[in-house]
């Protein structure tokens, strides 16, 4: 094994264990994002996620996790990702711009008690904001799932997590493990 190998190896497992490190201390930041979500699939609501590159593929992920299983086989639990339909995503972005990509499909699929959950590393992310504001402005639980720095993002949902990093890789890590946290959650606890 090289040395520059050696040396990015322990950099990356070094700053991964940093992160992981932290979380142990949010459990309270965490449980109201589980307690939303388990109070929205009882009143038969879903949980709705989107996100941008990276991002996007957590939120198909966890969409997956609850719709297919996560842990056990149950009955399908309602999840939805506004990141897989090619043919809205591209209507749109053409017909009107990427930034109101996620805000229409909330316009059109999301209902009052619905959890909304974007995803942004940065936090800034636009289509990111206006998803998030057009969930409020339809009566949607909202979460936002961000990096450790205060964002527009994080100031304009209802819930936020903040994993506890500034680096994109090791924020998507902190965002994908409270997510399998989430739907683990759910599967044990929901009604169905």
Request: a negative charge; proline letters at 3%.
């Amino acid at each position: 094994m090289s040395t520059d190998f050696s040396s990015l190896f322990k950099t990356h497992l070094g700053e991964h264990q940093d992160a992981i490190a932290k979380l142990s201390a949010m459990s309270d930041q965490i449980a109201p994002l589980a307690d939303a979500w388990l109070k929205a699939l009882k009143d038969g609501k879903k949980i709705i996620f989107f996100g941008n590159g990276g991002s996007a593929a957590d939120a198909q992920h966890l969409a997956a996790e609850l719709v297919v299983r996560y842990r056990i086989n149950r009955p399908a639990l309602a999840g939805l990702a506004l990141t897989t339909d090619t043919s809205i995503l591209t209507a749109h972005s053409n017909d009107f711009g990427y930034d109101t990509v996620f805000s229409r499909q909330i316009e059109a699929l999301a209902q009052p008690g619905d959890v909304v959950l974007g995803i942004s590393t940065s936090g800034t992310s636009k289509n990111i904001l206006l998803g998030l504001q057009a969930a409020n402005a339809r009566g949607c639980v909202t979460i936002a799932f961000t990096g450790e720095s205060v964002s527009p993002c994080s100031e304009i949902a209802r819930y936020v997590f903040h994993a506890p990093s500034k680096v994109t890789a090791r924020i998507q890590e902190c965002h994908l493990l409270m997510g399998h946290l989430l739907c683990d959650f759910a599967e044990r606890f929901s009604p169905v």
